[in-house]
């Protein structure tokens, strides 16, 4: 059964960058026709969905974020990170990931805050 | 941009049958949006209940169905439990690699 963990600062300033790390354990994150997908929560809001990216590198994103957003992969490390650039409070929020391909795994979640 | 629709909110009776459905701004869902559901309840993440319009995740009760009624996709549930009060998010493929969340429908169990 494979298991995501979320990782990153849990505050970041406005304007600087959020970094979170997603780390799969329980499997290989290049066995299987994957991709993995951030999604985030603002608090008592609706699920957002950020991007994904394949093992390949391949990567989509949501066009309302495109501009400020990277996900890349390292397989050595079995992780896929996440990237958001020019923070601002709106981007407050619990960050989850999660494996697609079929039925998404997700992972708890990790609560970032915008605030200086 | 295409907004995925959702009830923002619906109730049923314990025991009873309620169907929760995601619609298009504009067009019809079709299975080639490859819709999925998921529940979640306050402070867990959300958890799989169907994808591809109406393969039921590992480990999900039966009660939990999906289909697609008329121009949207759905989500039955038979026989509803008090546990089943949540929020259901829906999420629809838009192709070109974007997935698009619906905005969610609480519901409650009374």
């Known amino acids: 059964q494979v298991q995501l963990q979320e990782s990153g600062p849990g505050l970041v300033k406005p304007s600087q960058t959020l970094s979170l790390t997603c780390t799969v354990s329980g499997g290989s994150i290049s066995s299987g026709n994957y991709y993995w997908n951030w999604i985030r929560q603002p608090a008592g809001k609706g699920l957002e969905w950020i991007g994904r990216v394949y093992t390949s590198g391949s990567s989509n994103y949501n066009p309302s974020l495109k501009s400020r957003v990277t996900i890349s992969v390292d397989t050595s490390k079995n992780q896929v990170s996440l990237r958001l650039r020019s923070v601002t409070a709106a981007d407050t929020a619990v960050y989850y990931c999660?494996?697609?391909?079929?039925?998404?795994?997700w992972g708890q979640g990790t609560l970032v805050t915008v605030s200086s | 941009q295409t907004v995925v629709t959702q009830e923002p909110a619906f109730s049923v009776s314990p025991g009873g049958t309620v169907t929760l459905t995601c619609g298009l701004s504009s067009g019809s869902v079709s299975t080639s949006y490859y819709p999925s559901w998921y529940q979640q309840t306050p402070g867990q993440a959300p958890r799989t209940l169907i994808y591809n319009t109406n393969a039921r995740s590992s480990g999900v009760p039966d009660r939990f169905s999906g289909s697609i009624l008329g121009n949207k996709a759905a989500l039955t549930i038979t026989g509803a439990q008090a546990d089943d009060e949540s929020d259901y998010y829906c999420v629809l493929y838009m192709g070109t690699g974007i997935w698009v969340f619906g905005g969610g429908t609480k519901l409650t169990v009374l």
């Open positions: 999660a494996r697609g391909g079929g039925s998404w795994d």
